[in-house]
């Protein structure tokens, strides 16, 4: 193989060939070309005469060196030159590849897979046999495979599906076959190349030492600068997250990223750690509000992708949230008085504290429960809550009034009905204080407070029924032996009742620090529910894959107990990921139970050490082929065009055939969208296109008489009107839309029909007008409607919005007059009072038809011009009603319209 | 004249154009330019223009006396008209593949030539009130312009035809004697197939006119390098090296054979005419009607 830089030839005997390349330019011009042909008709003279000459080659200098081109590529192309080539296997024998595949090795896997895949091209070059072995922990089940050679090309079957394992490697493990295989001894030493991933596990030397036997040894390494880092699962403290980082080097200042990742994958915060120099380890300080603790999925070290570099969170750093049952009413108009006012403030700054009804509060996951003297709960929502507390929530209860009267059940102990006033004037003793608190009660340790000002004090308390266990279950008591908190064990949950309120009615607790206590420690008892260590094993949820990307389980993962969860490594059978279902998901991350990471030995005597190489190789042959190809055909194009066979007429129809499809969507696309424009920046009125051009002209004139009668006369600007075709014009910009039915109109495509049912269903409305006076066309008007959803009608009545939106009007003349007037029945539709369809037959449009020197155009029967008026009158009123709606609709006017209208 | 308003007469010619067919209409273009040119035979004849007076003899018709000449002076004289003899025309040409051929896009092919050529022949034949037919057709001559365009039909449904009849020779036909006949070819058969193919006409006595219409490449033979030339008759393939070199070869076979042409005209007494297709056809019609129209006096 000669090499020239990055190019270098498989076959570089071919290149012999390129020598005959002036021989194939002689040749190529000494050729005489192929004859032209063509028909001609004195042949008969042509075939007596005879010469010997011969006209030389006249094949134009641009071909021949096409010609030669090709013939180059082709030799150049058997030649198989190889960009990149790898040339790095050295000696005669068998190539064995080291691969390690553990968690570390997802640094930088691309680099290692380009730099596998030049190494087995080389084998297969050279048909070397190779054999590959990983390094990564197998699990205990699994027996690891023998060591066996193989052709380059199964070898590279073996190495494709491989991805880096989420756990550690097992070198001195995996590598005992390869050093104990008596195969190997005896045959040619070969080459052994191992592939690290560039952190030590412990006596890397000596097995790399122990490797020479077979051959020689490169180990290829990155530099530990650009080695995995590893983030340790942060110890959450009081609201913040304590973060650890570990690099397997000393040396030099480093920052990285750790980000804070929700379960959407949305980022929640971002912080820098530094390492500093001399340092493996750095630390620092994540904190995050309360809402978005409790988001929070997963840290990551930005930039690495790897299981160590991944951190999964679960229920123990979740705040749990608090439900206080809202019971509603006067408790949100006298706050303080109210019973969840002091429980809230206890409970923000720690927890999450929601309000709701029970549905709400339980419908969600909700660690502790407090009921602070509710009004009476029936007797689902009991069963409701028991079977709450018993999958493991806390309830908490305050007594109060309620609960003095009439107990529910769902107390930890027998109360007896009424209350003990202390201190009060109707009773002998002094309000007591609380006892010390024993060491079995949960809040041993909190401290009273003492003192005249801030002593506490209970004035009012629920007392138990004596009972045996009445000792076991008090939590607190008071000074005189009673119990102030009792608590029973339900399943997995706690009842708890603090028998004074939770505000300050019957006692002060409320009001001490004490109480904000006690909450916390509550809270703090609900959050050890689901660290129970009883319970099923918990089965795999989500695994991480050797990228640090969550997947489902591999079907080999076992499950873990319950009781040895945490003190459990990450291995190959149960791999980095979440366990266990809804209630307790537990998460096992890998970084908890690796070391400290240290890089990989890189002076033994005796061994290659090399970098990660980034260019793939690259086979140039098939380029050089294909582009023999591409000439080939332009060679002979162009010679079928010399000799004169091409018709190029036919090519260019073919082409322009092929090039014939024009967009011609632009185009409508642009037109609709200026004539929305343009029907939409004014208000105008709108005229159905019949397609008689006479009807249209009419309508027309008409309606651009009456826009210019509405612009004087109202406060109304209408624009210029607008001739619509409901089949494909957007109705809506349309206040008003005028429909002379004429003879003979088809009735309407259902897709015309849909605009229009849109458009009355819209708000629009639609005069019809059938222009006929005695209405003799009903024929047609109905083959017109078909479609459509023309509401019930009536004719106008009397006190018609119409007769008054504007002029007072008995009659809506037109052209003519005397006929009936349709309207829509009121009451079928909400249009704000506004007809959709008004019919009538008086030709309205010819009333208003004026031309550009404002004379009319068409005679008014039987009234003159004075009918005329009433007619513009009635169109201004129309339009009035159209553009106000039922603004004139008001009924305190009424009796004096009527009046004024009968007169 | 009441149909000559201005619908009617846009309707009528609308309608009496479309009756023509396009060839007919460049062919009366090409004979109108001709037909400035063209005189009466110039003796005294059957015809109907008057051609001169003369005296009175014994044995004319008594009808045929011009009486307001004779009243001018002394002598009886007899109006004598022009001879305007109408003679049978017999038009032939060749619709042989090699007819179809044209050296550039720019001229026509010699065929559309030759149909332009007989066609426009026709029309001033019909003009001047002469008889004739398409050889071949059967039809008995005739005169007229329904004549004209039944031809023009006929030319027209021949060249629309995708197979061309592979004879580029005239048949025989039993024609009267002493009739004309005029034949557009570009006759390159051998001379003997020719001369054999026109013999018995010339025995039944018909005057011939020969027009040879060619190709100016066919003439010069402007071809470079090596061409194979292929015949369009099937006549086979000729690979010649080097064409520059038979040119001058060429072009005197080519003359050699139009003189054995020319001669074998002469001697029937017939006339023989070269034309080129990048000339205009006006040049030839002209000298071929006033050959047609003055050959031997009756």
Redesign the interface.
């Known amino acids: 193989m000669i090499a020239l830089g990055p190019l270098s030839f498989a076959a570089p005997w071919a290149l012999v060939g390129l020598a005959l390349l002036p021989a194939i330019w002689l040749l190529l011009r000494l050729m005489?070309?192929a004859?032209?042909?063509?028909?001609?008709?004195?042949?008969?003279?042509?075939?007596?005469?005879s010469?010997?000459?011969?006209?030389t080659a006249?094949s134009p200098l641009w071909l021949l060196l096409l010609r030669l081109l090709m013939a180059a590529a082709l030799i150049l192309g058997i030649a198989h030159p190889l960009l990149n080539a790898s040339s790095m296997i050295r000696s005669q024998g068998p190539l064995i590849l080291i691969i390690d595949d553990g968690w570390a090795a997802a640094r930088d896997w691309p680099a290692r897979q380009t730099m596998i895949g030049n190494l087995l091209d080389q084998a297969g070059r050279e048909n070397r046999q190779v054999a590959v072995v990983t390094t990564a922990k197998i699990s205990l089940k699994s027996a690891r495979p023998a060591v066996e050679f193989m052709t380059a090309k199964n070898a590279r079957d073996r190495v494709a599906p491989l991805q880096p394992k989420p756990w550690a490697t097992d070198r001195k493990e995996a590598l005992q076959p390869l050093l104990t295989s008596e195969d190997l001894l005896k045959s040619q030493p070969g080459h052994v190349i191992w592939l690290s991933d560039g952190l030590e596990e412990g006596g890397s030397a000596k097995l790399v030492t122990e490797l020479r036997t077979l051959g020689a040894v490169t180990v290829i390494s990155d530099p530990s600068s650009s080695a995995a880092r590893l983030l340790r699962p942060p110890s959450p403290e009081e609201g913040v997250l304590v973060l650890e980082a570990v690099r397997p080097d000393q040396k030099g200042e480093e920052t990285i990223r750790v980000r804070a990742l929700a379960t959407n994958g949305n980022l929640l915060a971002r912080e820098d750690m530094v390492f500093k120099d001399g340092q493996k380890i750095a630390a620092a300080r994540l904190e995050l509000p309360v809402e978005l603790r409790n988001r929070l999925e997963r840290l990551i070290i930005e930039g690495q992708e790897t299981a160590g570099s991944v951190v999964l969170a679960d229920e123990r750093w979740r705040v749990r949230p608090a439900g206080l049952l809202d019971p509603g009413g006067t408790d949100s108009s006298q706050p303080l008085l109210g019973s969840l006012y002091y429980l809230e403030r206890a409970l923000k700054p720690f927890t999450e504290v929601r309000r709701g009804t029970l549905s709400d509060l339980l419908g969600r996951q909700l660690a502790v429960l407090v009921l602070a003297d509710p009004p009476l709960l029936k007797p689902e929502e009991l069963d409701r809550i028991s079977k709450w507390i018993k999958a493991g929530g806390v309830l908490l209860r305050f007594a109060g009034p309620r609960l003095a009267v009439k107990s529910d059940g769902l107390t930890p102990v027998d109360l007896r009905l009424g209350n003990r006033a202390l201190g009060g004037a109707m009773s002998w003793d002094q309000p007591v204080t609380l006892a010390p608190f024993e060491d079995t009660s949960p809040f041993f340790g909190l401290k009273i407070p003492t003192g005249k000002t801030n002593e506490i004090s209970i004035r009012r308390q629920l007392l138990a029924k004596p009972a045996l266990d009445l000792a076991d279950k008090t939590w607190v008591k008071l000074s005189d032996g009673t119990p102030l908190v009792t608590a029973a064990k339900q399943g997995d949950g706690w009842l708890i009742l603090v028998h004074t309120t939770a505000n300050t009615t019957w006692s002060n607790l409320a009001l001490s620090g004490l109480f904000v206590e006690m909450l916390r420690k509550v809270v703090a008892l609900s959050q050890g529910v689901t660290a129970g260590s009883g319970g099923p094993p918990l089965e795999p949820r989500e695994i991480l894959d050797g990228f640090g990307r969550l997947g489902p389980p591999p079907p080999d993962t076992l499950d873990i107990a319950a009781g040895t969860f945490s003190e459990t490594i990450a291995e190959p059978e149960h791999p980095p990921g979440y366990y266990g279902d809804e209630s307790s998901r537990r998460a096992l991350n890998l970084s908890a139970s690796l070391p400290v990471t240290a890089p990989f030995v890189t002076n033994v005597a005796g061994i290659d050490y090399q970098g990660y190489s980034e260019a793939r190789e690259r086979d140039l042959r098939p380029w050089l082929l294909g582009l023999v190809l591409g000439l080939a055909l332009i060679d002979l194009i162009a010679s079928l065009a010399l000799r004169g066979l091409l018709n190029w007429k036919r090519v260019a129809g073919a082409a322009a055939v092929i090039l014939m499809f024009a967009p011609g969507d632009e185009v409508n696309a642009q037109t609709r969208d200026e004539m929305a424009l343009a029907a939409s920046l004014e208000t105008r009125l709108a005229y159905v296109l019949t397609g008689n051009p006479q009807v249209d002209r009419t309508s027309r004139a008409g309606l651009s008489g009456l826009s210019a009668m509405v612009n004087q006369r109202t406060a109304a600007v209408l624009g210029t009107p607008v001739g619509v075709d409901p089949e494909y014009d957007t109705l809506s910009f349309f206040p008003l839309l005028y429909w002379p039915v004429s003879l003979g109109q088809p009735a309407l495509s259902p897709r015309a029909a849909a605009q229009v049912n849109a458009y009355l269903l819209g708000g629009g409305t639609i005069l019809f007008d059938t222009r006929d006076q005695s209405g003799s066309g009903t024929g047609d008007i109905v083959t017109i409607t078909r479609g459509l959803d023309i509401p019930p009608l009536r004719p106008a009545p009397a006190d018609h919005v119409l007769r008054r939106s504007f002029y007072l009007m008995k009659e809506f003349p037109g052209r003519w007059t005397g006929d009936t007037v349709w309207v829509e029945i009121p009451g079928e539709r909400v249009n704000d009072g506004v007809s959709s369809v008004i019919i009538g037959s008086h030709d309205w449009a010819g009333a208003w038809a004026l031309n550009d020197a404002h004379q009319p155009l068409f005679p008014v029967v039987p009234g003159g011009e004075k009918q005329r008026e009433w007619a513009f009158r009635f169109g201004i009123n129309l339009v009035m009603y159209v553009l106000t709606g039922n603004y004139k609709a008001d009924q305190v006017h009424l009796p004096a319209i009527m009046e004024r209208l009968s007169r | 004249m009441s149909e000559m308003r201005s619908g009617g007469l846009h309707h009528k010619a609308e309608e009496l154009a479309a009756g023509l067919p396009p060839l007919l209409i460049a062919a009366e273009r090409v004979a109108a330019t001709v037909s400035q040119g063209v005189h009466g035979r110039r003796r005294v004849g059957q015809g109907e223009t008057f051609w001169q007076f003369r005296r009175y003899q014994t044995g004319d018709s008594a009808a045929d006396i011009d009486w307001r000449q004779s009243a001018k002076s002394q002598p009886v004289y007899v109006r004598e008209n022009e001879w305007e003899a109408a003679q049978s025309v017999w038009l032939w040409r060749d619709v042989s593949p090699s007819m179809a051929y044209r050296s550039s896009n720019n001229l026509p092919t010699k065929s559309d030539r030759a149909d332009i050529l007989l066609l426009a022949l026709a029309s001033l034949l019909v003009r001047g009130g002469e008889r004739m037919s398409l050889l071949g057709s059967g039809r008995p001559p005739a005169t007229g312009r329904a004549v004209l365009t039944r031809m023009a039909q006929t030319i027209e449904s021949t060249s629309l035809q995708e197979e061309r009849p592979a004879d580029s020779l005239p048949p025989f036909e039993l024609l009267p004697r002493h009739g004309r006949l005029v034949l557009f070819g570009d006759f390159l058969s051998p001379l003997m197939e020719t001369k054999a193919a026109l013999d018995p006409y010339v025995g039944r006595g018909l005057t011939g006119h020969l027009v040879q219409i060619l190709d100016p490449a066919e003439e010069t033979l402007p071809f470079d390098g090596r061409v194979q030339f292929q015949g369009p008759e099937r006549e086979g393939d000729v690979l010649i090296g080097k064409v520059e070199a038979v040119r001058a070869d060429y072009i005197a076979a080519l003359s050699r054979h139009r003189d054995g042409l020319a001669a074998m005209a002469r001697g029937a007494g017939w006339t023989f005419t070269t034309h080129h297709t990048d000339h205009a056809p006006e040049s030839i019609l002209l000298s071929l009607f006033l050959a047609l129209t003055q050959g031997r006096s009756w």
Not at chain 1, 35 to 49: A, S
Not at chain 1, 51 to 55: A, H, M, P, R
């Open positions: 005489p070309p004859p032209m042909r063509m028909g001609f008709p004195p042949i008969r003279l042509l075939m007596d005469l010469t010997d000459q011969e006209s006249t």
